[in-house]
């Protein structure tokens, strides 16, 4: 656990080497768990850092905090500036790819603490007017309705939930999928949910800072996107590899919302391919595969 801004962040590091960290990401409205099949895998050669923001996992969930996308950004700041991290790969998911944009509007006016190598952005509804929310997304929305869905959340219901974003015949096993509802429940995290949604209509209200910040990179990007996420649609991905410059869009058959469960060792390969290219000085053209 870190003690950042009066709240407990909890952190996890693995990896070893002397290749470029690896930081991740994770997304709503689960945690840092997501990462936990490669994990291990993509730290053989480097140090790898994840954490739960605040409201997720196992990091605190207070009542009196805003959940915005800036404060998110501001904990992974504080985070790698107490952790020792100067440089680093970035690799995001969902929500996650959002507070990446945010990081790289700072990076882009010089206020980045942090030097960053690379970005990996995966399944993430960036582009919200693209995206597809889930009912459960527009009702935890609602000013009514949000309390009382999350006052309701369960095991069986989560469950149903992510079953209709994962891709068909995905190896996801309940016990997993419970593990992930144990996280968001931890600490009465689950209360907590109405709140942080609320970063849907920040990706509305601050589009052209984000957006713009991604048409303007001049970092080598990876694009890497599971093609049967019902919620980021794949049009989202094809719309990042156009915008940002020399992007490469790689796309999962077959998987939907979350690739670093449904083909873990998929991910892997891609991440790890990339993460090499990049450290021998190759700067892809775009491609599809």
């Known amino acids: 656990m870190l003690r950042l801004r009066e709240v407990d962040v909890f ?38 850092v994840t954490l739960d923001f605040p409201g997720f996992g196992f990091s605190d ?7 915005s996308l800036f404060e998110q950004a501001d904990v992974v700041e504080l985070a790698l500036v107490r952790l020792g991290v100067g440089r680093a790969h970035l690799f995001a998911h969902d929500m996650g790819t959002s507070i990446t944009t945010e990081l790289l509007a700072r990076r882009e006016a010089g ?100 957006i713009g910040a991604l048409e303007r990179l001049d970092l080598p990007t990876l694009i890497l996107w599971g093609l049967r996420d019902p919620v980021a649609v794949p049009a989202i991905a094809e719309r990042l590899a156009a915008e940002i410059p020399d992007a490469r869009l790689q796309t999962l058959d077959e998987i939907g919302h979350y690739p670093q469960l449904e083909a873990p060792t998929s991910v892997v390969e891609a991440v790890v391919a990339f993460h090499t290219a990049v450290e021998a000085g190759a700067r892809g053209a775009t491609c599809v595969s």
């Open 111 to 210: 206020l980045l603490h942090c030097g960053l190598e690379s970005v990996v952005l995966m399944n993430g509804s960036v582009h919200i007017e693209l995206a597809h929310l889930t009912p459960s997304q527009r009702l935890l929305l609602q000013p009514h309705l949000g309390p009382l869905l999350a006052r309701l959340a369960s095991r069986t219901l989560f469950r149903a939930q992510l079953r209709r974003i994962l891709g068909p015949g995905a190896n996801v096993a309940d016990t997993e999928l419970d593990d992930l509802f144990a996280l968001v429940r931890h600490n009465d995290g689950h209360l907590r949910l109405p709140a942080i949604i609320e970063y849907v209509r920040e990706r509305r209200r601050f589009a052209r800072r984000w």
């Open 61 to 67: 969930k207070p009542t009196s905090y805003g959940y």
């Open 11 to 48: 952190v996890a590091e693995g990896g070893h080497g002397s290749a470029m960290p690896l930081v991740m990401l994770h997304g709503f409205p689960t945690s840092s768990f997501d990462y936990h099949a490669i994990f291990d895998r993509l730290g053989q050669g480097r140090r790898v």
